[in-house]
T-cell receptor
Framework: NAGVTQTPKFQVLKTGQSMTLQCAQDMNHNSMYWYRQDPGMGLRLIYYSASEGTTDKGEVPNGYNVSRLNKREFSLRLESAAPSQTSVYFC????????????FGPGTRLTVL | LAKTTQPISMDSYEGQEVNITCSHN???????ITWYQQFPSQGPRFIIQGYKTKVTNEVASLFIPADRKSSTLSLPRVSLSDTAVYYC????????????FGGGTRVLVKP
């Protein structure tokens, strides 16, 4: 059981470039989440998917899009990266419901120059 | 606007009890308060979750008063390996049922 996996672990982008962060879970969870973590800011929810086929905005959705590809996979896309999106991105999943115990991936450290 | 607030940092010594309080007005009815632990360069890890009164597991206790406007994570007899950042997570009704983490409390356990 790998739990929640994220790729890549590190990424450097130039302003205006696009990229997709991948997340997969093997726990048969219904709900999945994307967070960003900035120094001194804690974790902020970008988007979440309560179940396959649904997505909802979180606290900071601007500049991001998501796709719940299937029950296992939930991707986060930056269409035109900006320096303000430099952050560590965490994916998480929970069995069901948005306040169920969440299991987090190891994170992706993204730098936008 | 409703917020979730925690102390920024706390120092303690090995063997002591550490209590961290998270303040949250207008928490969603019937929803849980959850606490996570995070080590550097890792994702947060679940510690404990509760709905009301008191919950205890093998690593921590969680106290939630009747008004549910705060919760307190209690770590008994901490060790050096408990040095980490601790976050509370709540669903804020007043913010449109937004899932919100507190800003985190950095706990440093000294020998």
């Amino acid at each position: 059981n790998a739990g929640v996996t994220q790729t890549p672990k590190f990424q450097v982008l130039k302003t205006g470039q696009s990229m997709t962060l991948q997340c997969a879970q093997d726990m048969n969870h219904n709900s999945m989440y994307w967070y960003r973590q900035d120094p001194g800011m804690g974790l902020r929810l970008i988007y979440y998917s309560a179940s396959e086929g649904t997505t909802d905005k979180g606290e900071v959705p601007n500049g991001y899009n998501v796709s719940r590809l299937n029950k296992r996979e939930f991707s986060l896309r930056l269409e035109s990266a900006a320096p303000s999106q430099t952050s560590v991105y965490f994916c998480a999943s929970s069995a069901s419901g948005i306040t169920d115990t969440q299991y987090f991936g190891p994170g992706t450290r993204l730098t936008v120059l | 606007l409703a917020k979730t607030t925690q102390p920024i940092s706390m120092d303690s010594y090995e063997g002591q009890e550490v209590n961290i309080t998270c303040s949250h007005n207008n928490i969603a009815t019937n929803d849980y308060i959850t606490w996570y632990q995070q080590f550097p360069s890792q994702g947060p890890r679940f510690i404990i979750q509760g709905y009301k009164t008191k919950v205890t597991n093998e690593v921590a206790s969680l106290f939630i008063p009747a008004d549910r406007k705060s919760s307190t994570l209690s770590l008994p007899r901490v060790s050096l390996s408990d040095t980490a950042v601790y976050y509370c997570l709540v669903l804020l009704q007043a913010a449109g049922n937004k899932l919100t983490f507190g800003g985190g409390t950095r706990v440093l356990v000294k020998p």
